[in-house]
């Protein structure tokens, strides 16, 4: 009985210790995964690339399986792009990586397109293909150029400039950054160019280039345009020649008015007269408001050996002597061009005009009236009826014609007709 007793809880022991191994062995059971390999980056894309160079992007090979994987062939197929630096075949174990360069070199503009393919072989004989795509955009290198390629800008008076217009354009697929342009040849500059300055691709920028001789002869000078481009520098050529400046006469030298009435105006004529090379008259001033000029419109060009003619009115403010100098600016070598201009102002004298008629039968008076244009109109001058055969008229100015006539006016106010005219010019003092 108690032999019994002792042998249960062994045979229970033996259950539980089965069924324990039992649970062992179902835990510990797994699948494993076949080798597999991936590319990282993909697809790899290479952007713009200029033409005539490389660029490379490194690809990560990765076995993520469980098992080996065997990399048996790789193939590249697209132009301008090429691997190198994966020594075939190769076994990757679970979980290790291993990497390659891709380079693409595009030989012209434009876009490209291509692929690797990489064959596998797994641990338990499955085959297996991944492909990479790749692409890549080639575009022509930065290039910069002038246009015109030189200036040539003539022949320019010694003291006179001239101005050409320079553009530089990027005919190249990238971006210029340009950051000096240095002239040389002391006679030539350039303005409108603010460096540095950046042109995208088909960009372009136009400036002013200045030929400013100081001497007669040929000059000669260059733009060194200093660029990230592969042409830096870009060289521009200037040439110019200096030619001797003309002359400038005022003819007369000097202008003398004379005497001239306080209140009236006298005129007089002078000329300028260009002689060895063209003259550009920019500008004249006087330094009397009693003078002005006229009959010349400026500025104006004068051909070697032309001349063009002026006009300069003299009218004094007050009795007395007055001078002024008349000056003419120009590109002649000998500006400014000078004229010497006297005058003198005398007082008024009165004038007048003393008219006499023959008496008219029946007449109690009479009537004058003057005109200024010959044949009238007229307008009455006398205040009142002149009972006299006799008038003066202390109205007139200096200079100027005038016309009268007469009308007879008897007791009953009755007018006469005009009688005939007579003309009187008077004389300036």
């Known amino acids: 009985m108690n032999g019994f007793r002792l042998y249960r809880p062994f045979a229970n022991s033996l259950a539980i210790a089965a069924s324990l191994l039992l649970l062992t062995l179902s835990a510990s059971g797994r699948q494993i995964v076949r080798g597999k390999l991936s590319a990282n ?20 090979l990765s076995n993520y399986g469980g098992t080996d994987v065997t990399i048996t062939r790789a193939t590249t197929s697209g132009a301008g792009f090429l691997m190198d630096n994966l020594v075939l075949p190769l076994t990757l174990p679970a979980g290790t990586a291993t990497s390659a360069t891709i380079t693409f070199a595009p030989s012209g503009a434009g876009a490209f397109s291509g692929s690797v393919s990489f064959n596998t072989i797994a641990e338990d004989g499955v085959n297996n293909r991944i492909v990479l795509s790749l692409s ?43 950051s000096q342009a240095n002239v040389t040849g002391a006679e030539f500059s350039i303005s409108g160019l603010t460096l540095p300055l950046t042109l995208t691709a088909n960009q372009s920028v136009t400036f002013t280039a200045t030929f400013a001789p ?12 200093v660029s990230n481009a592969p042409n830096s520098p870009l ?4 040439s110019g020649t200096g030619t001797a400046s003309g002359q400038l006469a005022v003819t007369p030298a000097s202008l ?53 003619a002026f006009t300069v009115t003299f009218t004094p403010q007050a009795s007395g002597a007055s001078s002024a100098t008349l000056s003419f600016s120009s590109n002649a070598a000998n500006s400014p061009a000078v004229q010497s201009i006297t005058g003198t102002g005398t007082a008024q004298t009165q004038q007048s005009v003393n008219l ?33 055969t006799t008038y003066t008229d202390n109205t007139v100015v200096s200079g100027q014609t005038y016309y009268y006539v007469t009308t007879a006016v008897n007791s009953q106010s009755q007018q006469s007709g005009y009688s005939n005219q007579t003309t009187a010019v008077v004389p300036n003092p």
């Open 41 to 60: 980056p993909s697809p790899v894309a290479f952007g713009n690339t200029q033409t005539g160079t490389t660029v490379s992007v490194t690809v990560a």
């Open 136 to 178: 890549g955009n080639g575009v022509n290198s930065a290039l910069l150029t002038s246009n015109p390629s030189s200036l040539a800008f003539g022949s320019i008076q010694v003291g006179g400039s001239a101005n050409l217009s320079e553009t530089l354009s990027n005919t190249g697929g990238s971006t210029i950054t340009i």
């Open 214 to 225: 100081t001497s007669a002869g040929p000059a000669s000078g260059n733009l060194s345009v």
């Open 235 to 238: 060289n521009i050529a200037f």
């Open 256 to 308: 003398g008015f004379g005497n001239v009435a306080v209140g009236s105006s006298s005129s007089l004529n002078g000329s300028l007269n260009a002689s060895g090379a063209s003259v550009t008259i920019t500008s004249a001033s006087l330094n009397s408001s009693e003078f002005v000029l006229s009959g010349i419109s400026l500025p104006v060009t004068l051909a070697a050996g032309k001349s063009t």
């Open 356 to 388: 006499t008629w023959d008496a008219s039968a029946d007449a109690v008076g009479y009537n004058v009236y003057r005109g200024t244009v010959s044949g009238g109109p007229y307008t009455m001058i006398n205040a009142s009826l002149d009972s006299t």
